[in-house]
């Protein structure tokens, strides 16, 4: 079994920053990738960005230059940087792992940003 626990969400200004993290723990073999996605109300849950195991991150157009995400493979952890942000940018961030063709997902973490 796998448990994703993230943290770092809260409430912040149009144009500051925040940063989620993001720890696996449990029976992890193979991790394939890891990202973050997001959910507002009455949306569909959506792509943030992801790492694939040895490839480059992707990332979503509405995020490209002001989020980055990053992966510790030691810790298996992710993180996503979030700078410059907007009201838009408000949801709930979940944490994505896949491993052997499974995946798992996070409680999520509630990111609210004011105008």
């Known amino acids: 079994q796998v448990q994703l626990v993230e943290s770092g969400g809260g409430l912040v200004q149009a144009g500051g920053s925040l940063r989620l993290s993001c720890a696996a723990s449990?029976?992890?073999?193979?991790?394939?990738?890891m990202g973050w996605y997001r959910q507002a109300p009455g949306n569909q849950r959506e792509l943030v960005a992801a790492?694939?195991?040895?490839?480059?991150?992707n990332y979503a157009d509405s995020v490209k230059g002001r989020f980055f995400i990053s992966r510790d493979n030691v810790k298996n952890a992710v993180y996503l940087q979030m700078n410059s942000l907007k009201p838009e940018d408000t949801a709930v961030y979940y944490c994505?792992?896949?491993?052997?063709?499974?995946?798992?997902w996070g409680q999520g973490t509630q990111v609210t940003v004011s105008s």
């Open positions: 790492i694939i195991s040895g490839g480059s991150p």
């Open positions: 449990g029976s992890i073999f193979s991790i394939n990738s």
């Open positions: 994505k792992l896949v491993a052997r063709g499974y995946a798992y």
